[in-house]
């Protein structure tokens, strides 16, 4: 069973920069694909970015391509979320999100983390 841990919400003004951190754990890691999702209050759960597993391989929604940045550092087990240049409307709880490739990771991971909130002020 595999298990995922974020870390790195916060508030932060538009603008503004964070860095999400997601620790895997009771799996191989680096035979996992990889992404983040995320829920805004009253919205459901939508994909965000994916990685593949040994990451040369990324994709992102329309919505954050050019803003946010999807990597992984397989020695650590972690997978990073990169967020620059936030808009209020990126407010929302940020899942991570495993799976055996990045088709899976976009149509039903397996796992999913607890989620971490990030607020975007205006």
């Known amino acids: 069973q595999v298990q995922l841990v974020e870390s790195g919400g916060g508030l932060v003004q538009a603008g503004g920069s964070l860095r999400l951190s997601c620790a895997a754990s009771g799996g191989t890691f680096g035979s996992l694909a990889m992404g983040w999702f995320r829920q805004a209050p009253g919205s459901e759960r939508g994909f965000v970015a994916t990685i593949s597993s040994s990451g040369p391989y990324t994709y992102y929604a329309d919505s954050v391509k050019g803003r946010f940045t999807i990597s992984r550092d397989n020695a650590k087990s972690t997978v990073y979320l990169q967020m620059n240049n936030l808009k209020p409307e990126d407010t929302a709880v940020y899942y991570c999100?495993?799976?055996?490739?990045?088709?899976?990771?976009?149509?039903?991971?397996?796992?999913w983390g607890q989620g971490t909130q990030v607020t975007v002020s205006s």
């Open positions: 999100a495993a799976g055996s490739s990045t088709v899976s990771i976009r149509r039903s991971p397996a796992y």
